[in-house]
DNA sequence: AAGTTGCATTGATAAATATCAAAGGGCTAC
DNA sequence: GTAGCCCTTTGATATTTATCAATGCAACTT
């Protein structure tokens, strides 16, 4: 618990100010291994500086021009798309060390919003000049590339779960999503605070906010989970692994 | 009707041979505009050859090795993602000129299964020669971080489908997305087969395939399409879009 | 040409989730 | 500190989709 309300004061980090890459400490998150002090000084000097958002603020929206990626430094942020007939699907979560924008490559547009779901700080990467750079520094080209196709890959496996999952596995691998990930951040696995609704979980795994609701009620019914608000704790990690391979469960 | 035929019989390409990119009739689709004829040539020598798959044969399997990815210049694909617990998601059919195997990049192992839904033929592009010669054209650079981005974005749209649309919705926006494509392919965009099975349809669009096979009747009953097995036609393209749209649909 | 084997359609019923509704709790802003 | 508002929970009911089951159709094989 302690841990995790760091994300919810003010950030630690000098105010305002650029923070060199090679000073950060999510470089390990953001950058490829092994890069050379030379070339580590011309990403720092690409780096457009940070930005700092309060809750509630967007990082960009749909339809602005695509200028830079950003590497979310400090906070939480959703993105979600947003159709002329009013439809609204959550698409991702994003922490720490987390790449937001690369949808906008493709046509020089954002095509998604981007809000911070607390007081959060990002770095902008000016895109045009990280191609640059990239074709000059190999292992950073293929860094990109790899963080590219690992959006891909996570987009894959939110399709699984839309697509094949029933309501209580899609929340149970959400949880264990969220836990696996603050975990990398050394972060407490078992014990978070929510930084998003109901409805707003509900629109990610393509349910309405009370059958959200009602999971969480079942799961801490069943002595799974203990909730209270936003404040989640994962009481039995393994057993909530189980309610995603419903074939194990069978035979165990 | 007749010009998607094509894609039924054996491929009028040159058998066995590599074709070059600056031959390529495809070109448009897969390659960034206004290469010189020097950078052309260097992207010729790069491409690996062809690839031709029979029905049913995997251009990939999950798990395999990632060492290239593939261009479609015949034929048509899917491609799924299984689970240990036997879960099995479609993640996209892919038609000419559209590229395959991206996911593999960021852990240089394939997280899916590439399978031909009908003979078929692909251009191998090793991808470690793609970025070094990438980092010397730029416009191909560009090019390919474009195509990942709308990689990201085509998977953005699905799951919009599957998080916020119903059977016949999600229906209704996979016939206008086979329409538009074949469109673009100069094939008919109100006449084609359907190269997957309904179970396929099903898995992409997350429904069951009695379910599918339903939302078609009623679209024919209504007068929307004509469906004889594989074989569709679209008789009211407007009408059917506006299955899409239901907030227009009730204020017209 | 007939048999075999998927694939597709259709119906009846069951299960899951959405919708509608109401009340309680906690956070925010004043 | 308190009022107001948004978020959450919970219940009753409706709707959608899945499941189970049986039949029909069509292409491929022999």
Redesign the pocket.
Known sequence: MHANVKHNVVPLITPGLKVACSQCNLRELCLPFGLSDEDMARLDNLIGGGRKLKRGQHLYRAGEAFESIFAVKAGFFKTDVLTEDGRDQVTGFQMAGEILGMDGISTEVHTCNAVALEDSEVCLIPFTELEMLSSEIHSLQHHLHKVMSREIVRDHGVMMLLGTM???ERLAAFLLNLSQRFNARGYSPAEFH?RM???EIGSYL?????????A??RFQDEGLIS?Q??HIRILDIPRLKTLLTPADGRLG
Chains 1, 2 share one sequence.
Do not use: D, H, N
Request: charged residues 40%; hydrophobic residues 35%; proline residues 0%.
């Open positions: 029933r309501a209580e929510l609704t109901r409805e393509g349910l309405k906010l009370e059958t959200v609701s009602r969480f009620s909730v608000q936003k």
